[in-house]
Nanobody, 126 residues
Framework: QVQLVESGGGLVQAGGSLRLSCAAS????????MAWFRQAPGKERDFVAA????????YYADSVKGRFTISRDNAKNTVYLQMNSLKPEDTAVYYC???????????????????WGQGTQVTVSS
């Protein structure tokens, strides 16, 4: 069983930065495929970024590429999402997700992740 706890959300002005954290327990993040998704009000949950367990390869949604960075700290068993140049359209609840399978067929699909955190709200004002 994997437990995920997100933190770091808040209110920020457009152009600002935030760093989200996802603290994991029950499984080392170095041995799990980890991802961030987000869901804006009235919209479907969208993929944001992922990092695989084996090589640490990273994947990003086109909408955040060049602005967001996913990383992990194995010693702290935590995954981060550094968000720079934030835009109002980045406003959403951000969720951390984990998959303990060897590989994920498509990192963008939430159904492949078996464990989710409770989410943290990010609000970007214009």
């Amino acid at each position: 069983q994997v437990q995920l706890v997100e933190s770091g959300g808040g209110l920020v002005q457009a152009g600002g930065s935030l760093r989200l954290s996802c603290a994991a327990s029950g499984r080392a993040v170095s041995s799990a495929n980890m991802a961030w998704f987000r869901q804006a009000p009235g919209k479907e949950r969208d993929f944001v970024a992922a990092i695989n367990w084996s090589r640490g390869s990273t994947y990003y949604a086109d909408s955040v590429k060049g602005r967001f960075t996913i990383s992990r700290d194995n010693a702290k068993n935590t995954v981060y999402l550094q968000m720079n140049s934030l835009k109002p359209e980045d406003t959403a609840v951000y969720y951390c997700a984990a998959s303990t399978t060897y590989s994920v067929p498509d990192y963008r699909i939430g159904g492949y992740y078996g464990y989710w955190g409770q989410g943290t709200q990010v609000t970007v004002s214009s």
